[in-house]
């Protein structure tokens, strides 16, 4: 579904291959054939998915084996950091992931920060465990990002930073200082799912930074799992299997402002359902379609 009639922008209704394959937790999803993922999304009517774990990494056969169903590439996900290391370094990291995204078309790059995560595996970790950023010097991090996001916007990407559970900016305290450091250059993604989890507000994010969101993933959490990941202090990748996280719709994130949002503001990109579940808990293709509807209904 592109809707090109909202305040003059254009709006891809886009879904994450997360519902099907997790791309850490290798036993959630180990079984389903990426053309389940891809047939699902189609015939559920989304414009275009995010790279997965499961997808082609060659330019030539990833957009054939997506336009085979009538799919675009959203944009991929790509494990940053700069946190730890230089501008140059990171450029020939994330050379191979750049060029893909540049052959397929995409205009935004999703930057998730790994650097300074604690623990050999910090997804094992207790949820309360991680880097704070006021514990590194902000202003060199945010010029380095700032140098990385021009070279990009060069290629024609922009950047799309993701504040994140367990990450070096997770809470609304962060966010905030992050994007008062950082130049507009340096696009942010909007997640209502990670805002929610870490007790911020998404929507006081759209109020004050809402300018810079260049891409945005819709997840919802289930508000008795948070309650008791964080009462437990269990790992992140427990309370997935658990169920933290869900589509839109099916829990307790109140997703008004977001609806307008994209009606008021002209946002023109891709917003994403999003979910890391166990599809053996939550089949994908009917969870998939319940998102869309609800999230036609809430944007259009």
Not at 16 to 32: F, H, K
């Amino acid at each position: 579904m592109t809707v090109s009639k909202i305040s003059g922008s254009q709006v891809n209704l886009g879904v994450s291959p997360l519902s099907w394959t997790n791309d850490v937790l290798a036993e959630l999803g180990g079984d389903i054939p990426l053309e389940v993922c891809l047939k699902d999304a189609a015939d559920n009517s989304y414009d275009g998915v995010e790279l997965g774990r499961k997808f082609p990494r060659e330019a030539h056969e990833l957009l054939s084996k997506l336009s085979s169903y009538g799919l675009r590439l959203a944009t991929g996900w790509y494990s940053g950091y700069l946190a730890e290391r230089s501008v140059e370094a990171e450029w020939r990291a994330a050379a191979d992931h750049v060029q893909l995204l540049e052959s397929c078309g995409c205009q935004v790059l999703v930057y998730g920060e790994c650097g300074m995560m604690e623990g050999d595996s910090p997804w094992d970790e207790p949820l309360s465990r991680g880097t704070k950023l006021k514990s590194i010097d902000l202003p060199a991090y945010a010029e380095r990002l700032t140098e990385f996001s021009v070279g990009l916007n060069k290629r024609g990407i922009k950047l799309a930073y993701h504040y994140h559970l367990k990450m070096l900016v997770e809470t609304a305290e962060e966010i905030a200082a992050f994007c008062q450091a950082a130049p507009p250059e340096v696009g942010l993604l909007l997640d209502t799912g990670h805002a929610y989890a870490a007790g911020a507000d998404y929507g006081e994010i759209l109020r004050r930074f809402g300018d810079r969101v260049v891409h945005i993933h819709l997840k919802d959490v289930r508000r008795d799992v948070l309650d008791w990941a964080r009462k437990n202090d269990v790992t992140f990748n427990s309370a997935i299997r658990e169920g933290l996280f869900t589509v839109p719709g099916d829990g307790n994130v109140d997703f008004t402002e977001i609806g307008k949002f994209i009606r008021s503001s002209g946002y023109s990109g891709w917003v994403v359902v999003e979910a890391e579940q166990d599809p053996a808990k939550a089949a994908p293709r009917i969870y998939t379609e319940k998102a869309y509807q609800y999230v036609k209904n809430l944007l259009f």
